[in-house]
């Protein structure tokens, strides 16, 4: 079938030839008719097969009709799970609608400042394309009235629901007009449980279409696999692209170190590349998108945060560096390649630590992945320039493990190294320590001293030993404590002097503090003699010498009555 076979308006098919469509998808085909009727409808389809396109139309013809007809303007909202698939969303809307008057489109995703977006929300808006998070923000800071909407559409539903977002798509439609009130479309490339759920509860008899389901992979994508092992993965990389020589590939890997460290390595080898994931802003995330299309770059080393929603034009090659954990990513990976309906070939590498979901993913895809040799596939050896870079980068994981390992991890337990000093608390310095210290330092600027007057030599000497630990300017712990100064420390060592010189010539000395505190037997113990110590009791005979209970409560109460103690 052909667009104009649809009876849409002037301006939508002006948008449609230069946008160089003129005949129908399956998808398009099927859906188009009852949706540009205005039915709900729940469509299931393969990736890559233009469903974009069918509530784009969808929504430019119903504004189209309301403009003509010069009654109130419908308004849409576009919900996509991430930024990347929303922007692309929002450029196929502009490019559609450049002919349709005043229709204004806007994008509003996470990950960016709100001030431009807020903006954006003041000048009005024919179309709200946003991730959920986003525009939750929005209508909880009243923004953006969810109840203005007439038609919704939710593209990538399985995916948004995988990534958490089911709560807020029920939250955004509890904020909504009812169902029989708005036209409500919900896409996928599969259609879980979850999503005919939401379909029963929010949608108006939705009738559920699908387009060549059982054809789950694009069958233009060339598939082939390699057996290898972890170490050989990059190696056969380089070959591949020394013997393919894309002009554009996607690379995908499980981890975001991963991606980082093959995007390195391939400039270390000549290569124009970047890498892409979740963590990066927004800015860079758009420029290296932007690098890729222009052919300003070769390469685009990715996580699955660019499995969907990306439409990059005559992707020739893409790679799985690593075989995908789950099965249904790996149709959203290799769909990336052979867009509407070109050419393309996907690689896989099946590694010791991925190999485990190759079934699984045979399993979906209802089809053995076609096995290669590198002897057979006519693969020349390449020199890798990134060996020294994997050397170093190795050595820092090496260190990082080491240092994050706990000391009772390597002793066995915590419970044995309880109360155990850790490397990192070191031992305080000793006297001897401090000493040898003081004459480094005194060693190393002998030559700064020997140039110094007298009283400059004083100042370097208070300014560098007078605050250390163990000089006499310090006050000792007694002296903190009842806060002598320096003259009374001078006459208590100067009195204490004069006691020890009585004592040599047969005076008895007076006790310390100390020891006067001390009982008998503990003298006894300290090895003084065991003479009989002649002790005054100031307790009278006929009083106990036991220790006098606590009195309670009550019997103090008593007391106070009796006249005794308050």
């Known amino acids: 079938m052909k667009f104009s076979a649809l009876g849409l308006n002037e301006a939508t098919m002006k948008g449609l030839a230069d946008a160089r469509f003129t005949d129908c998808t399956p998808v398009q085909e099927l859906v188009l008719p009852y949706s540009l009727a205005g039915k709900d409808v729940m469509v299931q389809s393969k990736?890559?097969?233009?469903?974009?396109?069918?509530?784009?139309?969808?929504?430019?013809?119903?504004?189209m009709k309301a403009y003509l007809s010069r009654t109130n303007l419908p308004v849409a909202l576009v919900v996509a799970p991430t930024r990347e698939l929303a922007l692309q969303i929002e450029e196929d809307a502009v490019a559609l609608a450049k002919h349709v008057p005043s229709f204004r489109v806007g994008?509003?995703?996470?990950?960016?400042g709100y001030g431009a977006q807020s903006e954006e929300l003041k000048e009005g808006l024919s179309l709200y394309v946003g991730t959920p998070g986003r525009l939750i923000d929005f209508a909880s800071s009243h923004k953006i009235d969810f109840r203005v909407f007439n038609t919704v559409v939710l593209d990538e539903a399985d995916r948004m629901f995988d990534m958490g977002f089911y709560p807020d798509v029920q939250k955004m439609f509890s904020m909504m007009v009812a169902p029989a009130e708005r036209q409500t479309i919900i896409l996928s490339a599969t259609l879980s449980t979850k999503v005919r759920n939401l379909a029963w509860d929010y949608m108006n008899e939705p009738l559920e279409l699908e387009s060549q389901p059982e054809e789950i992979t694009v069958d233009k994508i060339k598939q082939e696999l390699f057996h290898v092992t972890r170490d050989e993965e990059f190696g056969l990389l380089l070959?591949?692209?020394?013997?393919?020589?894309?002009?554009?590939c996607l690379i995908f890997t499980n981890t975001k170190d991963r991606a980082v460290e093959v995007s390195e390595r391939l400039k270390l080898n000549g290569y124009k590349s970047a890498y892409l994931m979740g963590d990066m802003k927004q800015s860079d995330r758009l420029k290296a998108l932007d690098r890729l299309k222009e052919g300003k770059l070769t390469i685009l080393v990715a996580t699955d945060i660019a499995a969907r929603g990306l439409q990059i034009d005559d992707l020739e090659l893409v790679v799985n560096y690593d075989l995908p954990e789950d099965y249904e990513n790996y149709v959203h990976r290799i769909g990336r390649t052979a867009r509407a309906g070109k050419d393309g070939r996907a690689v896989s590498f099946a590694s010791e630590e991925y190999v485990y979901s190759l079934e699984a993913i045979e399993?979906?895809?209802?089809?053995?992945?076609?096995?290669?040799?590198?002897?057979?596939?006519?693969?020349e050896e390449v020199e890798d320039k990134s060996a020294e870079y994997v050397s170093r980068l190795r050595a820092a994981r090496r260190r990082e493990k080491a240092g994050s390992r706990r000391p009772s991890d390597r002793r066995g337990g915590a419970g044995r190294d309880a109360g155990r000093r850790t490397r990192s608390q070191k031992k305080p310095a000793s006297r001897n320590d401090r000493a040898q210290k003081e004459k480094k330092l005194s060693d190393e600027d002998y030559s700064k001293l020997a140039g110094m007057s007298f009283e400059d030599r004083v100042k370097f000497y208070k300014g560098e030993f007078a605050a250390q630990p163990g000089k006499?300017?310090?006050?000792?712990?007694?002296?903190?404590?009842?806060g002598a100064g320096p003259g009374q420390n001078a006459a208590r060592r100067k009195g204490q002097s004069q006691a020890n010189a009585a004592g040599k010539s047969g005076v008895q000395k007076r006790p310390r503090a100390e020891e006067q505190k001390k009982t008998p037997a503990e003298v006894q113990r300290k090895g003084q003699p065991k003479a009989p110590v002649a002790t005054v009791s100031?307790?009278?005979?006929?009083?106990?010498?036991?220790?006098?209970?606590?009195?309670?409560f009550w019997s103090k109460v008593v007391g106070i009555f009796r006249g005794g103690d308050k």
């Open 107 to 112: 994008c509003f995703y996470g990950g960016v």
């Open 538 to 552: 100031s307790t009278p005979k006929h009083v106990s010498t036991q220790p006098e209970k606590k009195r309670g």
């Open 363 to 379: 399993e979906y895809i209802h089809m053995k992945i076609p096995v290669c040799w590198p002897d057979e596939y006519g693969l």
């Open 47 to 63: 990736t890559g097969s233009g469903k974009t396109a069918v509530y784009l139309l969808t929504i430019i013809e119903k504004y």
């Open 239 to 248: 070959q591949l692209l020394k013997k393919l020589d894309p002009k554009s």
């Open 472 to 482: 006499g300017s310090q006050k000792s712990a007694s002296q903190k404590k009842d």
